[in-house]
C-alpha cells in the first residue's frame, strides 16, 4: 500500500486518506497480534495543525483529538464548538492550566504530580462527567522526559483514586525512539506490566496510551488502547 507523499504544506495534506491508511494499520496490526480492533482508539493528534484539518479529519469519522500547546487547543475547541469531538491534552500541564483542561477537555494524558492531579479534579466544572486522566510514565528514565519513575506509580495512583473530579484510566508513556519493532515493544511491555501490578493491587486501569506514528505496531501488540498519531495523519511539523 502507497504511503501519501509527506508534505510540509498543511493544505496538500489528503487527511482523509492518510486518516483511512492509519485505521488499516490498525487493524492489520490488531489482526496479527490477536487484538479486538475496536479496543485500539485513534487519537488524531492535531498540534500546530489549522481548525480546517480537524473538520477534515472529523468529516472522515475521526472523532479524537489529541493537543498538547494550549491556547493553539483552545482556539479550535471554540472554533470546532458545534461539533461533536472528544479532546485530549496529551502535553506536560503546568498549574496555570489546570483550569482551562479541567473546563474544556475530556482527557488529559500526561499527569505526574498530585498536586495537578488535585488541581484538575478541584477545577473540573460541577455538571461535567470526571476527567479522564492517565499517569505519564517515564519508562526509559530518560533526564529529558516528564513522567513518574515506574517505581513512583502506585503511591500517586492510589491518590489519585481519591479525587472525585477526575477519573484515573491508565498510564501513558513516551518511549525513547528506536528503530528496531523488538526494541521497541520492550518499553510498552514494560508499562503493560505495570499496569496489570496495579490492578493486581485494586485498581481499575483499561487504558494504556502508547504508540506515535513510528512505533504504533510495537504498542499495539504489546496492548496499546489509545495510539496518539501526528504526523502520519497531519503531515510534518515545525515543532
Ligand atoms: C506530538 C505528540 C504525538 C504525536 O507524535 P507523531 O510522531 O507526530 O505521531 C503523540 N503524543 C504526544 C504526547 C505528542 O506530544
Not at 517505581?151 to 472525585?164: I, R, S, T, W
Not at 496510551?209 to 505496531?217: K, L, N, T, Y
Request: charge should be negative.
Amino acid at each position: 500500500m502507497p504511503r501519501p507523499a509527506d508534505s510540509g504544506r498543511a493544505d496538500t495534506v489528503d487527511v482523509a486518506a492518510r486518516l483511512a491508511d492509519i485505521r488499516r494499520r490498525i487493524d492489520a496490526a490488531a489482526a496479527q497480534y490477536d487484538r479486538d480492533p475496536d479496543d485500539v482508539h485513534l487519537v488524531a493528534i492535531s498540534k500546530t495543525k489549522p481548525a480546517a484539518m480537524v473538520a477534515a479529519a472529523l468529516d472522515a469519522g475521526q472523532h479524537d483529538f489529541g493537543e498538547n500547546y494550549l491556547q493553539d487547543a483552545l482556539d479550535k475547541i471554540q472554533a470546532l464548538a458545534e461539533r461533536d469531538i472528544a479532546w485530549h491534552f496529551v502535553g506536560d500541564i503546568q498549574s496555570n492550566k489546570t483550569r482551562d483542561i479541567a473546563a474544556h477537555f475530556d482527557w488529559a494524558h500526561a499527569v505526574d504530580r498530585f498536586k495537578i492531579a488535585r488541581r484538575l479534579s478541584d477545577q473540573r466544572p460541577e455538571g461535567m462527567a470526571p476527567l479522564n486522566v492517565c499517569i505519564q510514565v517515564n519508562i526509559d528514565a530518560e533526564a529529558s522526559k516528564s513522567g513518574l519513575a515506574p517505581g513512583d506509580v502506585a503511591e500517586l495512583a492510589d491518590q489519585m483514586a481519591e479525587l472525585p473530579g477526575i477519573r484515573l484510566r491508565g498510564l501513558m508513556a513516551i518511549p525513547a525512539v528506536r528503530d528496531d519493532f523488538e526494541a521497541q515493544r520492550r518499553p510498552f511491555a514494560a508499562l503493560r506490566a505495570l499496569r496489570d501490578d496495579l490492578n493486581a493491587n485494586g485498581h481499575t486501569l483499561d487504558v494504556l496510551s502508547m504508540g506515535m506514528s513510528a512505533d504504533m505496531e510495537a504498542a499495539i501488540a504489546e496492548g496499546a488502547t489509545h495510539v496518539r498519531i501526528g504526523t502520519a495523519i497531519f503531515g510534518p511539523r515545525d515543532r
